[in-house]
């Protein structure tokens, strides 16, 4: 445990110098406030709406950026030690191929939790007192699910560009394959179920598609927090779809942390393979 940590403390300082967690920060709560503040300018009016409105549009949002950001920042995990040559280094220390992976895991997972936590919460907290709903317990605890599942759905994400990362052995390719997986992810699979729902004219559509949702991790995170909380899922469209013990917003979390575990086993395999 005392390496993986060794491992992760000097992941995330370098992110600290390379200026990731400012730059993902300052990303996180002027997103925040932005929206929070210019929402209303499509009606003909700015100013802070509400915390609830905020959350549906951060949430829409987020599925697009956080994504981004992690795989970003995680692609390059070892195939760039590998082509810069440092990776037989860092097996040469008293640590194993799994205690290196996971030390990087846990490090780049913390420099993105302090950002998310530090931004979106700083931000919240803005609008809280500048729209006068402090006192709003439930509104509160909606928004601080959606960091917690904003910070795992990053995870999520970390996870996956690991995996990309031990299965290719150039820099280029996993930049490639981390673009490929965004795609899908983010705007290919939800075409493809609404492309499979049209064709079959909406028949039982609600019986299926709610579960196929959970086949990717950013429906899950859209679920957990657009149709997961009574503040804010009038707002939405997803209540109908979201029904059943399983798609209470706990759940929903535990699942986000299923998506986490598989990818990074199975990455934490392939480099055992891979270097033995």
């Known amino acids: 445990m005392n390496t993986i940590l060794i491992v992760a403390a000097k992941e995330f300082r370098d992110g600290l110098r390379n200026r990731w967690v ?90 993105l939790a302090v950002s998310t936590l530090v931004g979106f919460g700083g931000a919240g907290l803005l609008i809280g007192i500048l729209s006068g709903e402090m006192a709003n317990a439930e509104l509160w605890h909606a928004f601080g699910f959606f960091i917690l599942s904003a910070i795992l759905l990053g995870w999520c994400f970390i996870a996956i560009a690991q995996l990309i990362s031990v299965l290719v052995g150039e820099k280029s390719r996993a930049a490639g394959l981390a673009l490929i997986a965004w795609f899908w992810f983010v705007l290919v699979f939800d075409l493809l179920l609404l492309g499979i729902l049209v064709m079959g004219e909406g028949r039982s559509g609600g019986q299926w598609l709610s579960w196929l949702l959970l086949l990717n991790p950013t429906d899950v995170f859209r679920l957990a927090n657009l149709a997961g909380f009574e503040a804010v899922r009038e707002y939405t469209g997803l209540a109908a779809i979201a029904t059943g013990p399983l798609f209470r917003p706990y759940a929903l979390a535990a699942i986000l942390v299923v998506w986490i575990a598989v990818p990074l086993s199975l990455a934490v395999w392939r480099f055992r393979r891979k270097v033995v």
């Open 22 to 111: 400012l730059a993902i920060t300052l990303v996180f709560a002027f997103l925040a406030v932005g929206i929070s503040y210019f929402g209303a300018a499509a009606s003909g009016s700015v100013g802070f709406t509400s915390l609830a409105t905020t959350i549906v549009s951060l949430a829409s949002l987020a599925i697009f950026l956080i994504p981004l950001i992690a795989l970003l920042l995680s692609y390059d995990t070892v195939v760039g030690e590998e082509e810069q040559g440092t990776l037989l280094l860092l097996l040469t220390y008293p640590l194993t191929p799994a205690q290196l992976l996971i030390g990087k895991f846990v490090g780049h997972a913390a420099i």
